[in-house]
């Protein structure tokens, strides 16, 4: 079955997605949609789809699913809307940056019986697949001890920070996914620490921008993720599976895989810097994902439950930092 | 301006070229040759083009350029036809394995004034290219060593060893290629020494499987290339510059940059293990590179001269391991 | 100068010092005392010492230094007798597994302004220095975040766990020195987490055997120590400083720097698997430390109350987790 | 049994095999020569042995073996009169550098059925150790191809150039040894090409800097070997074995094992930078395996005809280069 697509939203991810639809043998891209003419028109000349109004897409009888790359703001509402309208849902994370929010949309959403995928696009990294797999194949034994890096290469503005409800609903929720996916297991207990180090602009505007958050399953598995919003060599991104029978990790990416030697040492260049050329494959994975899922009528691999139980710990670690102790997950999500 | 295309050869590299070509914001592609029906016919249906013969579309009027991706023995001689049709020509190497046939072409290509480039994929690696960036910026000093590791996964068929030119024409080709480009100087001698390790039926194909063979140019830099046609471990493809004030090199690539660990060791996958995977962006970036140079009206970045220089030194190569000796490459090129 | 050493206790680690105090230029072996005699002759016999009581070398006017390797239990209490009898002191960590008694001790070394070197011997490994080193040459720019990973091959026997102190005070302490010595600030605040996941019977014993910590200092640095008993792939120690313009990080150590490549991929072998040839140079280093500084009069690199600070964070951090809270340090050392 | 030693030569090789002997508990010096009455006394001093003439520790009754550190041009003239007396021989490389005195000198030691062990140290590098190991349980099946990168820091002066018998035998006879070594297999044919870019000097002097040399066996093995005498990276020593089953290979050390990233990239100290620092582990291996040897009455593990074999493989690549051709090793040694 080809999936007929409709997006809402034709900025930086939007376009990632319209080409992914497009270049898909098992999807087609039908309309799209953006506030801006330009952006929607870029994407109709590029791809030859028609540019609607987003009502207009969501109500199209010839468009099976939508991909929502629209403000965070809007993506409850449009969640619910198309839910209603009988449309499956790609969403780029978040919900929303408010628990109760996310509650009432995915409410809607299983009342409505829709298909709801959140792209937490890291699952699809083709290296951090690799690792899951390494894990799933038995290659480290039960899992115990889950290490996340996660480095920035540098703050965003300031006003960027006010709207983002802070770094771990920003930035560690990622992280939060990263950590569910790979313990097995579900978070019950939440400890984290969280400093201003690099911009005091941002301890102004009532964010940290280092942080380190310890999480605890039931069985007394870890994950430990740290995070700061500045990291000179470049976006830092790697994880590590410690279980009982070994240690499975996943290496930086680089603009290039080369090293030049001289008397001051061995040097490789610095890691690639920006988020969309780290995560290029997993973008074009998650949106492949989604078209495989909708084709062939089978479960997608995030569901709007991932999505409100990532924010749900960036909830509890956000009040562990507040009170100074241990919190349960149990205490935001009754 | 838009490069108008003719593609001639709808197999497993046409494939490549088309959809690079389809991609591209300033090229077309027009029409598509193939002596298999269905081949040809794929191509066209994902890319909206003509099919036509071969004739044909050396002789359309709208159409630029021609990308030759038929059986080597056919080369030279559409080569010589595009040229006369006043085609520019994208060739995949080689021009052909016989040295004198070659340079007849190149004299008819020169004759035409026509464009030629040869399709050395591996000088348009972005590692590769990396390498020879930090050589350009002065990083190494001045090139004295350079050293070029490249191990086929497995040794090809019999039948295609027998009409492949043997393993100097066929393999090494590339690396005395990647050593012309990396010595910045033109190799003056050539010693080589070829055993048969891996399968007796090349030793009696009259080919070699494992050769080792040095470069020297004027001035005494020196280039040392080792092949095996087999390596149980993936598709190894290495180099290493060493100059006056510092070396640079190139690493492998792999799946995945995990790592497993365990009792038994630190262990990462083994090497990508085909050619067009392993050197994916590369087949895109030559392209790229010739509808560049054909939009903006500038020179190819390699030529049918490189593809007589590296057939030359293959020619040279197969002479030192006859002989026993160090053979000059104006004896063979005089 | 020449330091005249007595040495209490003659076993693993005894041994190890005995060596260096024999072959350092600076430093003569006087005497050993050991409660098991062959021990101590075996000592006597390689380096031509004599064999006194522990209260006759301490009573001895030849000897300058005594090297305290004797069970924990003993260890304040001579100290103490040491320095009231004008000795300098180098002493295994850890002076005490009780805060109290550390206090104590220390007060009599203070009173008798007698030396004493408490032995962190991970400050003195070569490549923890080289990260030291580059940090205060500022290639990091200022300290944010310390990772340390830092985990046994085995765990030990169950009855040794019992007496250990526990984990912080017995495998964690290393680490929270290590983190003072990197943070370039005092930890204020320790939160914990802790399982046991490695072997139940550890769990019986009061104890556990998988813990993370993050101490965080009053500006905000924040270190975070990750600990297991067990890694099958052998003795991991690994250190990462991210600073504001940089990062510096220490790779473990292997028994050979080769890697086999094959099908299976690329391995190279397991870590160094005990902790006396992981940390053979170390163990060196800090005893050739101490009698550097006491052939030049100049101060030891660590002290009594470096020992002292490391037992306070494995208490509060023993407290984290039984409270489930963020322990501030000055609720332990008022 | 104790090996009683004499040892001839108190420089900086006498001196790390002073160390060794002195140390080992199978051996004892019991005299040292040096013309330098200073060294002789250093040595002396530290280990409290005699101080002896050349004459009289080859003639003495309480001397079992001689460690020969004396100049080179004295090797073979000292390796006779020590066997003539009775005494085992360890004698650094080279035996000489003319490949028929040293036929004359293991003539004589095997008339006099004497022990001598020629000291290749890098035999007992613990990497290349492991390496062999590798090879010898089968990890990477038939050896087929072994690569060997050796270059030294820097060029030594030109008056030791002129005595030192030309690269082929003062450097790369290290390189040809580890090439038979790991060849498994005798090489019967050379091939060398030579330069001069690192010091004009060195080319008025009658030598190369610049070296690549293949070697290849009867059966079809080959061995390449590259060498400058200058690496602003340090002393760049490796080596890699690749066989039918698979490859193994040995990485360079290093002072120390960190990286500092930041925005240029993430950079490694350079290479240890002297031979000594770098062979430390080698020098002492290979006098414990001489004394091992001599205590347990079995053969030592490299033996004249090891000495020979390397200076024949010199002296076929001096006259390939010469000849412009392949050289058997036949011709050398008829």
Redesign the interface.
């Given at each position: 079955m080809t999936v007929r697509f409709g997006l809402l939203g034709a900025g930086r991810i939007g376009k990632v997605h319209a080409r992914a639809i497009a270049n898909d043998a098992n999807a087609t891209l039908v309309a799209v949609a953006d506030a801006m003419p330009a952006a929607a028109q870029a994407i109709a000349t590029d791809y030859g789809c028609d540019i609607r109004t987003i009502d207009a897409i969501i109500g199209s009888a010839d468009i099976d699913a939508v991909v929502i790359c629209t403000p965070t703001d809007t993506h409850a509402d449009l969640i619910e809307q198309a839910a209603r309208a009988g449309k499956a849902v790609f969403c780029e994370k978040p919900v929303d940056l408010s628990v109760q929010r996310v509650r009432d949309c995915l409410k809607v959403v299983a009342a409505e019986k829709a298909t709801l995928m959140v792209g937490f696009n890291r699952r699809f990294d083709?290296?951090f697949?690799?690792?899951k797999a390494?894990i799933d194949a038995g290659?480290?034994?039960?899992v115990?001890?889950v290490?996340i890096?996660s480095?920035d290469p540098g703050a965003p503005p300031v006003d960027y920070i006010a709207r983002s409800g802070g770094i771990f609903r920003d930035m560690t929720i990622h992280d939060f996914d990263m950590a569910r996916w790979l313990l097995g297991e579900e978070p019950e207990?939440v400890?984290?620490?969280a400093?201003?180090?690099?911009d005091p602009a941002i301890g102004k505007a009532g964010d940290f921008d280092?942080v380190?958050v310890?999480l605890?399953t039931a069985?007394?598995?870890?994950a430990?993720i740290?995070n700061?919003r500045?990291?000179?060599?470049g976006y830092?991104q790697r994880i590590e599976v410690?279980g009982?029978?070994?240690?499975?990790?996943?290496?930086n990416?680089r603009?290039?895989?080369?090293?030049?030697?001289?008397?001051?040492?061995?040097?490789?260049?610095?890691l690639l810097n920006f988020f969309m050329s780290r995560y290029v494959a997993a973008y074009a994975n998650e949106i492949a994902a989604f078209i495989t899922a909708m084709s062939t009528k089978t479960a997608t691999p995030t569901t709007g439950q991932d999505g409100l139980q990532a924010l749900v710990l960036a909830e509890a670690a956000l009040k562990s930092v507040a009170e100074?102790?241990?919190v349960k997950v149990s205490e935001i999500l009754q």
């Amino acid at each position: 079955m080809t999936v007929r697509f409709g997006l809402l939203g034709a900025g930086r991810i939007g376009k990632v997605h319209a080409r992914a639809i497009a270049n898909d043998a098992n999807a087609t891209l039908v309309a799209v949609a953006d506030a801006m003419p330009a952006a929607a028109q870029a994407i109709a000349t590029d791809y030859g789809c028609d540019i609607r109004t987003i009502d207009a897409i969501i109500g199209s009888a010839d468009i099976d699913a939508v991909v929502i790359c629209t403000p965070t703001d809007t993506h409850a509402d449009l969640i619910e809307q198309a839910a209603r309208a009988g449309k499956a849902v790609f969403c780029e994370k978040p919900v929303d940056l408010s628990v109760q929010r996310v509650r009432d949309c995915l409410k809607v959403v299983a009342a409505e019986k829709a298909t709801l995928m959140v792209g937490f696009n890291r699952r699809f990294d083709p290296d951090f697949m690799a690792v899951k797999a390494a894990i799933d194949a038995g290659h480290v034994g039960k899992v115990e001890m889950v290490t996340i890096t996660s480095r920035d290469p540098g703050a965003p503005p300031v006003d960027y920070i006010a709207r983002s409800g802070g770094i771990f609903r920003d930035m560690t929720i990622h992280d939060f996914d990263m950590a569910r996916w790979l313990l097995g297991e579900e978070p019950e207990t939440v400890l984290a620490a969280a400093s201003v180090l690099v911009d005091p602009a941002i301890g102004k505007a009532g964010d940290f921008d280092s942080v380190n958050v310890i999480l605890r399953t039931a069985s007394g598995r870890q994950a430990i993720i740290t995070n700061t919003r500045r990291a000179s060599y470049g976006y830092d991104q790697r994880i590590e599976v410690h279980g009982s029978e070994g240690c499975v990790s996943a290496e930086n990416m680089r603009e290039a895989n080369i090293e030049i030697a001289n008397a001051k040492g061995f040097t490789r260049p610095p890691l690639l810097n920006f988020f969309m050329s780290r995560y290029v494959a997993a973008y074009a994975n998650e949106i492949a994902a989604f078209i495989t899922a909708m084709s062939t009528k089978t479960a997608t691999p995030t569901t709007g439950q991932d999505g409100l139980q990532a924010l749900v710990l960036a909830e509890a670690a956000l009040k562990s930092v507040a009170e100074g102790r241990a919190v349960k997950v149990s205490e935001i999500l009754q």
